[in-house]
């Protein structure tokens, strides 16, 4: 949770020192930039988090040459994705013609902007392989070794912006520093978990094998599958506000969501090294543990969203103006309203998900999460001109709350009731 809450305060306290530095087209596009490469890290198509399901379920077995095979599988696979992304990235940073697509026309030098496109995706590409290490500590219940380290990124990224802003505020030095820093966590684990805590986990060509790249081909697809619909399902309402209400509206909205998200950004922070213990417990055997813990944690994860989401109904104007000023309209009740429903659903819908994924379930996430983001995307651009702003987020609590939360914590009763009992 620092880490997390690390990353976004830095972003708030490094973006309005780069926009007094930049130009306004400078600064779009370093907006772009950054949210690109943020988005890139989705093309590693879920090897990544395939690796943390996996080490977990060898580490229940005790199977040390299972966790061998499915690290250097993993750093094989993510190494040739890389490749891929930096030719790819080469050939589109040189070919296209960046300055019409990207709207920045002549504020930008052409020959800048190719460096700078190639060298996002030359970062995103670089990350692919140096993520492996934090995902086994993610794995061996040890995220907080990772986490140590971003915070050291985020502080250097930090300083950096900083002091390039007093010293050289050029577009070039800026990224260049971003981009450098977002590496420090992934370098720094990377030599840490293969060159001195595990060596033995090191990657090696000999431990690559045909039906370890299958499992985790397989098991990698489908949580790309649950991603990409998550994105289309969560992130299309700014989208669908600007089509039907006018741009004019989305910063109320977008502003207003992005102060409502911070708690399900925290719950995730809480939750996701569940899964790990999940997979793990569950290889051992230990199915009571895993029904208790996942009780718990639907329960904490519930009482606090909903105690978060009251006070930030009556919070969230004067956060706004402090953050803000006077740029948007306070935010209606209606809105804050929907945004509180949303929040709760959305937190404790991370808690069921999180131990569908512990229990292999991701099947019946993807049939569902597709039903759910085509009827959400159809409600919101219906409701949108009849409720205004709130209507895309009471079409989500819906949509998500019937068809998604409800069947998939009946699944994870089931299942969990089911295996508890067996084993009894």
């Not at 997390?4 to 306004?24: D, E, K, Y």
């Amino acid at each position: 949770m620092a880490a997390r809450g690390a990353q976004m305060a830095a972003g708030l306290v490094t973006v309005p020192v780069v926009a007094h530095s930049l130009s306004p087209e400078e600064f779009g596009l370093w907006i772009n930039l950054t949210t690109t490469l943020a988005m890139l890290a989705f093309v590693d198509f879920g090897v990544g988090y395939a690796v943390i399901g996996q080490i977990s379920a060898a580490r229940g077995h005790n199977d040390l040459d299972a966790m061998r095979r499915v690290v250097s599988t993993a750093f094989l696979l993510l190494s040739a994705a890389a490749l891929m992304l930096l030719a790819v990235g080469g050939v589109l940073a040189l070919t296209l013609d960046w300055s019409h697509i990207l709207g920045v026309g002549r504020a930008v030098p052409g020959k800048l902007l190719r460096q700078t496109l190639f060298a996002v995706a030359a970062t995103a590409a670089l990350n692919f392989p140096l993520a492996t290490a934090g995902r086994v500590y993610h794995a061996l219940q040890r995220g907080h070794v990772l986490s140590l380290h971003i915070l050291i990124g985020v502080g250097l990224q930090v300083a950096a912006l900083f002091a390039l802003a007093a010293v050289a505020p050029h577009m070039r030095w800026f990224l260049a520093a971003y981009l450098v820093t977002s590496l420090v966590a992934g370098v720094t684990t990377t030599l840490l978990l293969f060159g001195r805590s595990a060596r033995w986990l090191r990657p090696r060509m000999r431990h690559v094998d045909r039906p370890t790249v299958g499992r985790l081909g397989r098991e990698g697809a489908q949580l790309f599958a649950v991603n990409m619909i998550n994105v289309v399902a969560f992130n299309t309402d700014g989208y669908v506000i600007g089509h039907y209400l006018g741009l004019s509206r989305v910063p109320e909205f977008a502003l207003t969501f992005s102060v409502f998200s911070l708690v399900p950004a925290f719950a995730s922070a809480f939750l996701t090294p569940l899964w790990a213990a999940y997979r793990e417990a569950r290889a051992r055997g230990d199915h009571r543990w895993v029904q208790k813990a996942y009780a718990r944690s639907v329960a904490l994860t519930g009482v606090t969203a909903v105690l978060a989401a009251g006070a930030l109904v009556l919070a969230t104007p004067l956060l706004l103006r402090a953050w803000v000023s006077d740029e948007v309209s306070p935010p209606s009740v209606g809105l804050r309203s929907a945004l509180a429903c949303y929040v709760v659903v959305m937190c404790t819908s991370s808690a069921v998900n999180i131990v569908l994924n512990g229990l292999g379930a991701l099947g019946m996430q993807i049939a569902l999460g597709t039903v759910m983001a085509v009827l959400n995307i159809a409600a919101s651009i219906w409701s949108v001109t009849r409720v205004g702003l709130a209507g895309p987020l009471w079409a989500t609590v819906i949509t998500q709350t019937f068809i998604v939360l409800i069947p998939c914590a009946f699944h994870a009763h089931r299942r969990l009731a089911a295996t508890v009992g067996t084993r009894g």
